[in-house]
Nanobody
Framework: QVRLVESGGGLVQAGGSLRLSCAAS????????MAWFRQAPGKEREFVAA????????RYSDSVKGRFTISRDNAKNTVYLQMNSLKPEDTAVYSC?????????????????????WGQGTQVTVSS
């Protein structure tokens, strides 16, 4: 497993932007498929975005497609989630996840059980 620490959450007005960061420990970060999930109060955790080891493959939930972008900087052991055109329904705790098991360069996963390492989460609140 790998240690993950998120940052960048906060309060923003509808239509605004935020960039979340997830810093990972370890020297093999570049081998991990990564993802962002979110959980709103009273709701189950849901998939937001995923990124392959190569960085060339991505997947997004329909609710964020076209507004959010996931990316990674392997030199900094960090994965990002750029969130634009935020809506009140995007309010949630956002957590990053890593699959530290063996993975192909192009694999992307949108199920939480595929990931074995999780951060503590960062709160994003979008006001109307």
């Amino acid at each position: 497993q790998v240690r993950l620490v998120e940052s960048g959450g906060g309060l923003v007005q509808a239509g605004g932007s935020l960039r979340l960061s997830c810093a990972a420990s370890g020297r093999t970060f570049s081998r991990y498929p990564m993802a962002w999930f979110r959980q709103a109060p009273g709701k189950e955790r849901e998939f937001v975005a995923a990124l392959s080891v190569s960085g060339g493959n991505t997947r997004y939930s329909d609710s964020v497609k076209g507004r959010f972008t996931i990316s990674r900087d392997n030199a900094k052991n960090t994965v990002y989630l750029q969130m634009n055109s935020l809506k009140p329904e995007d309010t949630a705790v956002y957590s990053c996840a890593a699959d530290s098991t063996i993975a192909t360069l192009t694999a992307v996963y949108d199920e939480d059980y595929e990931y074995d390492s999780w951060g503590q989460g960062t709160q994003v609140t979008v006001s109307s």
